[in-house]
């Protein structure tokens, strides 16, 4: 049996992993045109940045940018909810 949390002490919060689980749907998407569409959709949408390389677009790095904005929207929405 766990003890639980301590009187006084406030619960933790949840990890928000509302951006992650969007963008994991996108990526299921089964056209490539409609996995491209949304992914610059999200880029434009939460402020991050569309790669291209050789004037085509660049699946990979926009797919690293838009993980790490979901993960930092993440600690930044739980940090916000604990002060």
Known sequence: M?????RGQPPAMAYDYR??????QVLA????L???L???TLARSWGTITYFQDGKFD???TICALA?????????ETAKCLT
């Open 2 to 6: 766990t003890a639980g949390r301590k």
């Open 19 to 24: 951006r992650a689980i969007l963008l994991v």
């Open 29 to 32: 998407l089964k056209s490539e």
């Open 34 to 36: 409609d996995c491209e």
């Open 38 to 40: 949304g992914l610059r």
């Open 59 to 61: 699946a990979a790095e």
């Open 68 to 76: 790490e904005a979901a993960l930092e929207h993440g600690r930044g």
